[in-house]
């Protein structure tokens, strides 16, 4: 034991302690480093695992509650509710701020549901859009969307109404549209834009399905029954399936009896269809070939932009740019509107 000859404890000199509170920043900094590089990598790898869900995107630093982003709000944006019918929807006249990393805009949906679109004054007939987060316009504030943007730019002669939900696939896409059908109003003509994850949506995928149950909602069942489609209500976890291939036969199956399901019902009622392919989201999302062989042997509109070079907010976030949508607008407006013009009555 050190000692003065006094026998005092001798103290630390000056040049110890600064070695000492040099050390332990050092190790402060280095730790917090570690843990910086771990949370981006935590990050990242949920964006990867997790992007496919519904909502998952927009309330994914709930699931990383270690997590700091000063930039991130965790906080629900306020315009989901559960639903019946498709299990979840929008909540009617609601608005929410959702901000991430990359951008802050703001969601406004009305009385109808529907994300708002440019309002025509006159009779003008509708042109419904139905599909998922593409179309509704993720990530871009409500006029940047590509449905409102041919609602205010390119259609004078048609209102457009956007009742595209984030998360929704096929199934959900059908029941908009029989329910459209069914209105007093019936719409000029139904766009149902698609990705090919859509197929991933449209039965009872375990991955997709406990998903959806993470947020207190349940998901439309179909079956095809006698080759004929059968809505059999909501589904949870209970009723979902392993992820497997014979799953995705399955899906691949009903996903084509719905698109031609609508294309029918809609010309039975003299309302145009048009299906708009989109590029795929992820290196995983395939265009499967004998989907395509038999939708175009149904002889519906087929618009296919799986060429379209696509421009995503960010490698971990593959929803379109404003830019993006900009030439998805242009797109559609060149293809579609000499084709409504010009239909036989």
């Known amino acids: 034991m050190n000692s003065s000859k006094n026998g005092k404890e001798k103290s630390p000199s000056p040049t110890a302690i600064l070695s000492k509170r040099k050390k332990f920043v050092f190790t402060s900094i280095l730790m917090l480093l570690i843990t910086s590089v771990m949370e981006i990598a935590l990050s990242t790898k949920y964006f990867q695992d997790h992007a496919a869900e519904p909502l998952a995107i927009i309330h994914y630093s709930k699931r990383l509650p270690g997590l700091h982003f000063p930039s991130e709000k965790s906080t629900d944006i306020g315009i989901f509710e559960s639903d019946p019918r498709y299990g979840y929807n929008h909540i009617a006249d609601s608005k929410g701020t959702h901000q991430t990393q990359k951008f802050c805009v703001t969601y406004t949906i009305g009385a109808n549901r529907a994300r708002i679109t440019p309002q025509k004054t006159g009779e003008q007939k509708t042109v419904l859009f139905v599909g998922g987060s593409h179309t509704f316009g993720y990530g871009v504030d409500d006029h940047e969307a590509f449905p409102a943007i041919l609602g205010q730019d390119a259609w004078n002669q048609w209102s457009v109404e956007n009742r595209a939900v984030t998360g929704w696939g096929t199934s959900h896409a059908l029941l908009t549209v029989r329910d459209a059908l069914e209105s007093q109003s019936l719409p000029?003509?139904?766009?149902?834009?698609?990705?090919?994850?859509?197929?991933?949506?449209?039965?009872?995928?375990?991955?997709?399905?406990?998903?959806?149950?993470?947020?207190?909602?349940?998901?439309?069942?179909?079956?095809?029954?006698?080759?004929?489609?059968?809505?059999?209500?909501?589904?949870?976890?209970?009723?979902?399936?392993?992820?497997?291939?014979?799953?995705?036969?399955?899906?691949?199956?009903?996903?084509?009896?719905?698109?031609?399901?609508?294309?029918?019902?809609?010309?039975?009622k003299g309302v145009q269809f048009v299906l708009v392919l989109l590029p795929r989201q992820f290196l995983e999302s395939q265009w499967p070939p004998q989907f395509i062989d038999a939708i175009y042997r149904t002889g519906m509109n087929v618009l296919d932009l799986t060429e379209l070079e696509p421009d995503f907010i960010s490698e971990n976030d593959r929803h379109p740019t404003k830019e993006m949508h900009r030439r998805i607008a242009k797109e559609i407006h060149a293809w579609f509107t000499p084709k409504l013009l010009n239909k036989s009555p």
């Open 188 to 268: 000029e003509a139904v766009i149902y834009v698609m990705i090919p994850h859509h197929f991933n949506r449209n039965y009872l995928r375990r991955s997709w399905v406990s998903g959806v149950a993470e947020y207190g909602f349940k998901h439309p069942h179909f079956e095809l029954v006698e080759e004929v489609l059968e809505f059999q209500g909501l589904a949870g976890v209970a009723e979902s399936l392993e992820d497997g291939l014979g799953v995705r036969r399955k899906e691949v199956a009903l996903t084509e009896a719905m698109i031609t399901t609508m294309h029918n019902e809609t010309k039975a």
